[in-house]
């Protein structure tokens, strides 16, 4: 043990994470309030491009915001400008599928961060996810993909549902949650996201439904007043206020509608904190 620790290598390896570690910390600020945790990181073939991606938590069953840090493997600074595309499949042995994705709307890293996302519906129990990142790095004209293999847990409660709607009985859409994210006793945002799924490897962000949301608590017996029903805004969001009255068990109960028509009313995301 005393020579392993004496040794040059051991000392170059403890340098080098004291370095990268260090490195990586200053440009992980997207939301400096928040914690980030690198969940893969790899080399694009061919791009001379280190791809980092980082969340706010573990690679969860649902909406996961993610943000995507690149650097050039010559320099180690930071890449700010590139075409990201993510392209998340789950291997499930007889079959494969994709899941809903949001590329980084734009090609300029927002502090040297390009914000995603990636809506998993199955959790790794049931396959393997893979994430593949596509990047067209603007900076040295390369491009190229690495791919990720991404442990997907299930929370406690689900964050997001699918169901097939009643107007026509083959229609499926997944509904997940956004916010909140850091619940509070009181007034919250509250934002779920819509995708219909188009095919095995399609699911187009979804603006056609609207959406009823009843809280409640369902080991209480009591709602809460002053809710706004979630709107559509863009890109499959929408967005309303749920209002907590106290800490504990929240269930909100999702009515979802297409025009009059009613093609769910079973499903709820309950909320515990
Ligand atoms: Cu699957």
């Avoid at 392993?4 to 403890?14: G, N």
């Avoid at 603006?207 to 209480?220: Q, R």
């Amino acid at each position: 043990m005393k020579k392993f620790i004496q040794s040059p290598l051991y000392i170059v390896a403890f340098l080098s994470v004291l370095f990268f570690s260090s490195c990586s910390k200053d440009a992980v600020e997207p939301d400096a309030s928040l914690d980030y945790i690198q969940l893969a990181s790899g080399f694009a073939t061919g791009t001379s491009t280190h791809v980092e991606l980082y969340a706010t938590d573990s690679a969860f069953t649902g909406y996961n915001k993610l943000y995507v840090l690149l650097k050039d493997s010559a320099t180690g600074k930071p890449v700010d400008k590139a075409v990201v595309t993510l392209n998340p499949m789950m291997d499930m042995t007889t079959m494969s599928h994709a899941a809903p994705k949001e590329n980084p709307v734009s090609t300029t890293a927002v502090n040297h961060f390009f914000p995603c996302s990636v809506s998993f519906i199955m959790p790794s129990t049931a396959g393997k996810w893979t994430l593949g990142i596509q990047i067209q790095n603007l900076e040295n004209g390369k491009s190229g993909t690495v791919n990720f293999t991404i442990n997907v847990k299930a929370p406690a409660s689900d964050k997001i549902f699918s169901f097939k709607s009643l107007s026509d009985n083959t229609t499926t859409y997944f509904v997940g949650l956004v916010e909140p994210s850091k619940p509070i006793v009181g007034i919250n945002d509250l934002e779920l996201v819509i995708y219909k799924k188009q095919s095995m490897m399609m699911f187009p962000a979804d603006s056609s439904l609207s959406v009823i949301m009843t809280p409640e608590m369902p080991t209480m017996n009591h709602g809460s007043p002053n809710n706004v029903d979630p709107v559509h805004t863009i890109n499959g969001h929408y967005k309303g206020k749920v209002n907590f009255t106290m800490t504990g068990f929240w269930r909100l109960n999702l009515k979802l509608k297409s025009g009059s028509t009613v093609v769910d009313s079973t499903h709820y995301i309950d909320i515990t904190f």
